[in-house]
C-alpha cells in the first residue's frame, strides 16, 4: 500500500501491479508478539508492558478501494482491507518462506506434480460457517473459470485440477513443476456459501464481494461509507489468535480516504492517522520535530526505478552502448540529489533483501573515460566541435522519454541528459502524460530510453515478467503490452529464468538466478537507478509494530500492533 | 410563454446530443484504457495480450466506435449509465453516493456567496471609492487570486493544526456518529465542524465575481432617473437603495447564475481533495485517471444538462422579477 502510494505518483499502472502481488502477502512466523519487538534494527525497545486488547488505529487509503473480494480486488487500496478480512493459505517470514496459516501442513510429490494440503480442523467464517477444502477449492477454481471477470487467471496457469479429498484435505494437481506455486495460490479463501446463488461470471455483485464480506481473517467489516472511511472490528474468533497471545489486539481499525498526499501528513502530524509513508523530502522534518510522537521505521523497497533501454533499436541493439549509458549515468547524483539520500543504487535486478540476490554482484561505479572507451569500440567516432559521437555521420543522439508531473522523474531527466553529455551522448528529454507515453512511444517501441518502476513479488519469479521474451513480444499491432518493454530476447535468459520456475531446490534455484542476474548485469538491457529506502511514520502509541523487509510498516502484521496494555 | 418553453427545451435536443458526442470523444481520444487498469493487478496478466483482449472484447470494447457510442446513447435513454469498471457498480450507484455530499457542501457554499457577496456588492456600490470599498474591492480580488489550494493548504495547516482537536484537517464526519447513536444536535455539530474548512475556500474564492457584478450594475441603477426622483420625492436613502434600486440591481445577477445549479452538483476537483470530501468531483476526477469511460461520461454530461437546465430556469425566472419581460 505504501508502496503504491510513492509509486504512483511516478507512474499509474505498473505500480499496482507489484503491489497487489504484495498485498496478499507476508505474514508473520507464529512467534507471541511483544517479545519479537527487535525483528530489525530500527525496531525502538520492546514494551515492558503486555498487550492488552483495545484502542482504534486510524489508517490512511489514497484511494477508494475497489473491491472487498479477495480474487477480484485489483488495487492496493482494495489490499488494504483484503489483508485483514481474509485468511490465506499460507503465512510468510521475513525471508519469504512459507508458514502455516489455513494450510496446517503441505507436501509435494516426487514428481513435483501434486501439492496436498491438509486444511487446519475447527476454523470458522466470521458469520459462523466453518471454513474447509471446498472453500479452498471454490476460492481456487474460481479463478481458473472461463467465465472469471478478474485479473488473476494466469496466476494459476500452471495448476491442472484442484481435488478434494475429503473436509480437511485437497490436493493440487499441477501441468508442470511450479516453484513460486505457494505465493501464486495464496489467495484469500473466500466462503463457498457466501456466493451460493451466484454464478462466477455474476460474483462481483453478490453482498459477500462487497457489503458483506465473509473472510477467516483478524478483522471483519463493520461499516463501510463509499467515499469516507471503512472502519474493521477485531475478529474475536481467529482462528490464529492462542496461537499470537490473544491477538489481534486492536479493537477497531479506520481506514480513512485521504486522496491528497500533503493533507495526509498534516493528519499524520495532528494525530489523525497513525501511520504514513511520507515523501522523501518530508522525512528529516517528521525525525526531527515529531520524535517524540512518531516513531520512525526505515526500510528498503523491495524493488526500483530504472530505465528502459529499446534493445531492438540501432544503437542500442548493441550491448557495449547500453554498458556506457549505464556506466555513464550519474546515479550518486540522483539519489544525492533527487531523492535526499534515501535511496540505494541496486547492483542488479534482485534487491540484496531477497534471498537469490547473489552477492558477488557489485554496483558499477560511474566510469566516463570507460564508458567513452566502449562506445568508440562500438563504431563511434567523437565529433570535437558538438562533443558528441558520430557513426556513419550520425550523431549519437537518443530520446529520452518518462511520465510528466513528478519531480524525481523530471529530474532524472536533466540529470541523465547532463551526465551523458559527459560521454558524448546527446539525450532529448521528452515528458508527457503516462499513459500517452505508453500508448504512442513505449508500448509500439518508438523510444530508446524510458523510466518505470518496478515492484518485486515475494519470490523472484517476478523477473519473467521482466526479463522472459515471451513478456516483451509485440502483438498483432506490434505494441509489447508486457513488462518486457526492453525488447530483450536472450535465449540463456529465458531458459534460467523457466528453470528456475521450476525447480524446487531452493540452492539449484538460486544458481539459476546467479547466473540470470551476472547475464542481466552484462547485458545491461535495463538501468537500474536506484531502490529507495522508505521510512514509515507509526504514532509513538501504537507498539509491537512489525517492520518487514521489503515492506516496512505492513499492513499484514496489524494483528500484531497493539495500543493498550495490561 | 408555454411556446416559448416548448421551443427552448425542443432546442436542447440537439445540443445535447452535441453534448454526448463531445464527452464520448473525449474519452476516446485519452490514450489508455480500463482494461489496463483493471489487468495491472497482475504482471502476467499484462504480458498476455489475450487477456488484454478478452477483457476489452467482454466490455464491447473492440467494437467499431459508432456503435459503441450508440449502445451508449441508447442505453442511457433507457436510463441506463452502464457499469463502472473500477468499482463494479452501476455508473447510477456510484455517483448516488457522492452526489449528496458535493450538494451538502455547495448549497451552504452558494447560500453563503450570495448572502455575502450581495450586501458586499451594495455597500461599496453606495460608498464607491470609500474606504469600505476599497477593502471589499481589495478582499474580493485577493479571494479570485488566491489558488484555492494554497488557501485550502493555509487553513489546513493554519487553522486544524492549532484548533487542538476541534477542527479536523479533512474528512467530512467522524466514523460512528450517526443519528441512530447520537443526539442530532452533537451529529450536526460533527458535521459542522468538519464543513468548517471548506466552506471557507469555496466562499472566499466565489466572492469575487457576484460582488464585483453587484456593484457595478448597483452603481449604473443609482445613476437612473427614477432613482432620482425616489430621493427627490423624499424617501429615506434606505429605502430608496433597497427598495427601489436593489431590485433592478439584482436582474443582471440572475443572468450570471444559470451555472448556479450546475455548480451544485458539480463539485471541485481540487476542494474535494485537499478536504478529503467525497464528492462529484472527486469521483470524476479518480474516473478520469483510471479511464473508468462510463463513469466519466455520465458526470460530464450530468453537469451539461444541469447547465441547460439553470439557464432556462434564469429565463423563466426572468418574467418574474421583471414584469416587462415577456416571451411569445
Not at chain 1, 211 to 232: N, S, T
Not at chain 1, 429 to 440: C, G, L, R, S, T
Request: aromatic letters at 10%; charged letters at 20%.
Amino acid at each position: 500500500m505504501r508502496i503504491s502510494r510513492r509509486a504512483a505518483s511516478l507512474l499509474s499502472l505498473l505500480v499496482v501491479a507489484g503491489l497487489a502481488l504484495s498485498a496478499c502477502g507476508p505474514k508473520q512466523d507464529p512467534t507471541p508478539p511483544g517479545n519479537n519487538g527487535g525483528a530489525q534494527n530500527e525496531q525502538p525497545a520492546p514494551s515492558t508492558g503486555q498487550p492488552a486488547v483495545g484502542g482504534n488505529l486510524n489508517l490512511v487509503l489514497e484511494k477508494e478501494p475497489d473491491s472487498f473480494n479477495s480474487i477480484l480486488y485489483t488495487t492496493a487500496y482494495g489490499a488494504e482491507i483484503v489483508t485483514q478480512l481474509y485468511a490465506t493459505l499460507f503465512e510468510f517470514n521475513e525471508k519469504y518462506e512459507p508458514t502455516p496459516y489455513v494450510a496446517e501442513s503441505w507436501e509435494m510429490s516426487e514428481d513435483q506434480l501434486t501439492l496436498s494440503i491438509k486444511i487446519r480442523e475447527g476454523i470458522k467464517f466470521t458469520d459462523g460457517t466453518d471454513l474447509d477444502a471446498e472453500d479452498v477449492a471454490f476460492t481456487l477454481e474460481a479463478i481458473m473459470h472461463p467465465d472469471y471477470t478478474g485479473a488473476r487467471a494466469s496466476s494459476l496457469r500452471d495448476v491442472e485440477s484442484i481435488e478434494v479429498v475429503d473436509k480437511h484435505n485437497l490436493k493440487i494437481h499441477l501441468k508442470k513443476p511450479s516453484a513460486p506455486l505457494l505465493t501464486n495460490i495464496n489467495y484469500g479463501i473466500l466462503s463457498k456459501e457466501a456466493f451460493e446463488g451466484y454464478s462466477i461470471a455474476e460474483m462481483e455483485k453478490a453482498p459477500a464481494s462487497m457489503d458483506a464480506p465473509v473472510g477467516a481473517g483478524p478483522y471483519k467489516l463493520k461499516e463501510y461509507v463509499r467515499g469516507q472511511y471503512v472502519v474493521m472490528e477485531r475478529n474475536p474468533d481467529w482462528f490464529m489468535s492462542e496461537q499470537y497471545g490473544g491477538a489481534p489486539f486492536i479493537e477497531t481499525l479506520t481506514f480513512k480516504i485521504i486522496p491528497d498526499s500533503q493533507t495526509a501528513l498534516a493528519a499524520l502530524q495532528n494525530g489523525e492517522i497513525d501511520r504514513l509513508t511520507p515523501e522523501a523530502s518530508d522525512v528529516a522534518m517528521l525525525e526531527t520535530q515529531f520524535a517524540d510522537k512518531l516513531t520512525a521505521y526505515n526500510w528498503d523497497r523491495n524493488g526500483f526505478g530504472y530505465m528502459t533501454l529499446n534493445n531492438s533499436k540501432a544503437p542500442l541493439d548493441d550491448k557495449r552502448v547500453r554498458q556506457a549509458l549505464t556506466l555513464g549515468l550519474d546515479r550518486e547524483a540522483i539519489i544525492t540529489g533527487v531523492l535526499e539520500d534515501r535511496a540505494t543504487i541496486p547492483p542488479g535486478p534482485i534487491p540484496p533483501i531477497s534471498w537469490a540476490y547473489d552477492d558477488s554482484i557489485e554496483v558499477l561505479e560511474r566510469d566516463v573515460e570507460k564508458a567513452k572507451q566502449l562506445l568508440e569500440e562500438a563504431g563511434f567516432v567523437m565529433n570535437e566541435s558538438t562533443g558528441i559521437y558520430e557513426r556513419d555521420g550520425e550523431p549519437l543522439k537518443l530520446t529520452f522519454f518518462a511520465g510528466a508531473g513528478a519531480t524525481t522523474t523530471e529530474a532524472i531527466g536533466a540529470i541523465a541528459r547532463s551526465s551523458w553529455k559527459e560521454i558524448g551522448v546527446d539525450l532529448d528529454v521528452q515528458m508527457i502524460d503516462f499513459n500517452a507515453m505508453m500508448d504512442n512511444y513505449v508500448a509500439p517501441g518508438k523510444f530508446d530510453v524510458t523510466f518505470s518502476a518496478f515492484n518485486l513479488g515475494l519470490d523472484p519469479d517476478s523477473m519473467f515478467n521482466l526479463f522472459h521474451s515471451s513478456a516483451g513480444q509485440p502483438d498483432a499491432n506490434g505494441n509489447v503490452l508486457g513488462f518486457n518493454r526492453a525488447r530483450f530476447y536472450n535465449d540463456r535468459v529465458d531458459e534460467l529464468l523457466e528453470k528456475a520456475r521450476e525447480e524446487f531446490d531452493p540452492e539449484k534455484r538460486k544458481e539459476y538466478y546467479s547466473e540470470f542476474q551476472r547475464i542481466v548485469v552484462d547485458e545491461a538491457p535495463v538501468i537500474m537507478v536506484y531502490s529507495n529506502v522508505y521510512t514509515d511514520f507509526v504514532n509513538s502509541r501504537v507498539k509491537g509494530v512489525v517492520n518487514f523487509p521489503g515492506f516496512g510498516a505492513t499492513s499484514d502484521y496489524i494483528y500484531r500492533w497493539y495500543i493498550n496494555e495490561k | 410563454m408555454a411556446r416559448y418553453l416548448t421551443k427552448r427545451i425542443l432546442n436542447m435536443i440537439p445540443l445535447l446530443f452535441i453534448v454526448t458526442l463531445l464527452s464520448f470523444g473525449i474519452m476516446q481520444l485519452a490514450p489508455g484504457g480500463p482494461e489496463y487498469v483493471i489487468l495491472s493487478a497482475e504482471a502476467d496478466a499484462m504480458s498476455d495480450p489475450q487477456q488484454v483482449e478478452a477483457l476489452r472484447e467482454k466490455w464491447g470494447l473492440n467494437d467499431p466506435v459508432h456503435i459503441q457510442y450508440f449502445r451508449w446513447v441508447g442505453n442511457m435513454l433507457q436510463g441506463d449509465f452502464g457499469k463502472s469498471y473500477y468499482y463494479r457498480l452501476p455508473v447510477k450507484e456510484v455517483l448516488a453516493s457522492a452526489l449528496p455530499n458535493t450538494i451538502r457542501l455547495n448549497f451552504f457554499a452558494l447560500v453563503l456567496i450570495y448572502a455575502i457577496s450581495i450586501p458586499l456588492g451594495v455597500i461599496s456600490a453606495v460608498r464607491q471609492y470609500s474606504k469600505t470599498d476599497m477593502i471589499v474591492t481589495a478582499t474580493a480580488f485577493a479571494g479570485q487570486a488566491a489558488p484555492s489550494f494554497w488557501v485550502a493548504s493555509l487553513l489546513i495547516w493554519g487553522v486544524a493544526m492549532n484548533s487542538g482537536g476541534l477542527i479536523p484537517t479533512n474528512g467530512i464526519s467522524t466514523p460512528g456518529i450517526t443519528f441512530e447513536t447520537y443526539g442530532w444536535l452533537s451529529v450536526l455539530a460533527d458535521r459542522a465542524k468538519y464543513m468548517f474548512l471548506p466552506l471557507i475556500v469555496i466562499v472566499f474564492g466565489g466572492l469575487t465575481g457576484l460582488t464585483r457584478y453587484m456593484r457595478s450594475s448597483m452603481l449604473e441603477v443609482l445613476r437612473e432617473d427614477y432613482v432620482r426622483t425616489a430621493r427627490a420625492k423624499g424617501l429615506a436613502e434606505k429605502v430608496v437603495i433597497y427598495k427601489h434600486a436593489l431590485r433592478n440591481a439584482v436582474l443582471p445577477i440572475l443572468a450570471v447564475s444559470g451555472g448556479l445549479l450546475s455548480s451544485l452538483v458539480g463539485g471541485s476537483v481540487i476542494i474535494e481533495n485537499v478536504f478529503s470530501w467525497p464528492g462529484i468531483g472527486r469521483v470524476a476526477w479518480q474516473a478520469v485517471n483510471n479511464r473508468d469511460y462510463n463513469v466519466s461520461m455520465a458526470v460530464m454530461l450530468l453537469s451539461a444538462v444541469l447547465t441547460m437546465i439553470g439557464y432556462l430556469l434564469v429565463d423563466i425566472a426572468y418574467v418574474w422579477v421583471d414584469p416587462r419581460i415577456k416571451y411569445d
